[in-house]
């Protein structure tokens, strides 16, 4: 484990990970002139990636260990000695568990559908559409609060692994790459498939949430809210597995909202009356 202690490894393997599967993406013709990416879209993507991780993170980690320090002014290094593999497990499962209901929330309460929404506004997938979402909605988010708690209570380096991890699976979910492709192209492979896309996300399954309609049986938009395990979906109730991805991605009726009221809202609003962050 001598690596988890380079300074900065997390960082550095995210954007590793970012940087080759967008590479790839590049040079496999996703952006050029058929895609439906905008100047806006890149302005989304690009600012929210960056607030998240250079604003965000660095924010809330401390404040949770202030906060750990008032409510359990011993909590500090109390795990540190813990068995390396059930405190990895312990990070990760929470992490995602936490991710799992407050998206699934997002999309059941409209306040925090609003701060979710650029998320689903994108009309394709792609490597940076993982961080696309209004910067209240990462400051709430629970499982980064979480993440800053397991650091302060001496599982550092567990949440470095865990988010390296993370960053692998989510980025190769919403990655157009679709790396499954391969697993559903021979039957001998159907087996290993049927078992890996019901413990993780994969593109197919979350591409099936971005699906802008429900109606082609093959979008799941009120569904599939797994981040990096799949298998909470199939718990309770919210899965669909088609094998199929869908053709159309983003909102219905997109009213083509400003970059800066997709991140800033409510602080900032839409100028389109027509839109839900309008108002």
């Known amino acids: 484990m001598e690596l988890l202690q380079i300074k900065n490894i997390d960082a550095i393997a995210v954007g590793l990970i970012l940087t080759l599967l967008g590479s790839i993406e590049i040079f496999s013709g996703i952006y050029g002139k058929n895609s439906k990416r905008n100047k806006n879209d890149w302005y989304v993507e690009l600012i929210s990636t960056f607030q998240l991780f250079v604003l965000i993170k660095p924010i809330i980690y401390p404040l949770s260990a202030i906060i750990i320090i008032i409510l359990v002014p011993n909590a500090k290094n109390l795990f540190l000695e813990t068995n390396f593999l ?62 800053g708690i397991a650091t302060f209570i001496g599982l550092h380096k567990q949440v470095i692994l865990a988010v390296i991890i993370k960053q692998i699976i989510v980025t190769g979910a919403h990655s157009e790459l679709r790396w499954d492709r391969f697993l559903y192209s021979k039957k001998i492979f159907h087996p290993f ?21 429900s109606d082609d049986g093959i979008s799941n938009p009120n569904g599939n809210f797994g981040n990096m395990f799949f298998i909470w979906d199939i718990i309770f109730g919210t899965a669909l597995i088609t094998r199929k991805y869908p053709k159309t991605f983003g909102i219905p009726d997109d009213p083509n909202d400003s970059w800066k009221s997709h991140l800033f809202y409510p602080i900032i609003k839409s100028k389109n009356e027509n839109s839900e962050i309008s108002n």
């Open 86 to 147: 059930v405190s990895i497990l312990m990070v990760i499962i929470i992490d995602d568990f936490l991710h799992y209901w407050y998206h699934r929330k997002s999309h059941e309460w409209n306040w925090l559908w609003k701060l979710h929404r650029p998320h689903h506004a994108a009309r394709e997938m792609g490597v940076l559409v993982s961080y696309r979402n209004a910067f209240f909605f990462y400051i709430l988010m629970p499982n980064i609060w979480w993440l």
């Open 193 to 213: 498939a049927w078992l890996i896309e019901r413990f993780i996300s994969t593109p197919c399954t979350h591409f099936s949430h971005h699906g802008q309609n």
